[in-house]
């Protein structure tokens, strides 16, 4: 993917947004494909699979979001980065956008140049993490490009552990950053992204969420709570 082209889908039903995006991609060197609507979208989709997406949140007929949630629930298309745009005023339904599958947001009117950032930023996002490999700590190992989640422990066959969208990201932050201490603030950056419009406690939340998923598999112990400071994924568990 670092040699030919990279390929972009922008779905957006406003000709002058879209177009504006179009010119700006393909000034940056991307090639750029274009649909008005999901159903479009989709039927191109099945020719040609892109890098990434530019997905706007309102569209007529089946909404962004809902879109989203498809891709992400279709075994082909789970793993194409989605760049979601949302208007002024959407702004507590980013979390939905992003629980939706989205990997991050651009609120209009935005910069073309802001725009191109975060592709760029997506895109590589994505390439390193397939580069490196799967994330190990302990017997848990995440591969985010595929997001699968296996859990081997010695003389024990492998299990699949299946995780909703956030905790699926959180686990992925921790694990990318493991031993260290993340406060509530730094998860909501990291994993909500930063202009997210939720309380602290969301993360705590989630965070339970995840413990609850991890338990059946005896991997719970390996997330542990600093307190009064925050949250850390460690390989050498205080309970073990
Ligand atoms: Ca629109």
């Known amino acids: 993917m670092s040699q030919s082209t990279q390929q972009i889908l922008i779905i957006e039903d406003e000709p002058s947004i879209a177009e504006l995006i179009a010119v ?3 000034h940056a060197g991307y090639a750029v494909s274009r649909a008005m609507q999901s159903d479009e979208a989709l039927s191109m989709l099945t020719t040609q699979a892109p890098d990434l997406i530019v ?15 498809e891709l992400r629930a279709n075994e082909k298309y789970k793993d194409i980065p989605i760049l979601m ?18 990997d991050d947001y651009v609120t209009k009117p935005f910069s073309p140049k802001e725009l ?7 895109l590589r996002r994505y390439s390193v993490a397939s580069e490196e490999g799967p994330l190990i700590v302990g017997p848990m190992s995440l591969d985010a490009i595929t997001h699968r989640i296996a ?6 066959d492998v299990k699949n552990l299946a995780l909703g969208p956030t905790e699926f990201r959180l686990l992925n932050f921790l694990m990318a950053n493991p031993e260290r201490v993340h406060s509530r603030a730094n998860l909501l950056d990291h994993v909500w ?18 413990r609850a998923a991890l338990a059946p598999f005896d991997c719970d112990q390996f997330i542990e709570t600093v307190r ?13």
Do not use: C
């Open 55 to 69: 997905l706007d949140w309102m569209l007529p007929g089946k909404s962004g979001v809902q879109f989203a949630k």
């Open 151 to 156: 859990i081997h422990w010695p003389n024990q």
């Open 228 to 240: 009064g400071s925050g949250y850390r994924i460690t390989k050498t568990p205080l309970s073990q």
């Open 85 to 102: 745009l949302t208007a002024k005023g959407e702004e507590v339904d980013k979390v939905t956008g992003l629980d939706a599958g989205a």
């Open 116 to 122: 191109i950032a975060r592709v760029k930023a997506l």
């Open 24 to 26: 700006n991609l393909t």
């Open 193 to 210: 992204g930063n202009e997210a419009y939720i309380e602290e406690r969301t993360v705590d939340v989630h965070v339970k969420r995840l």
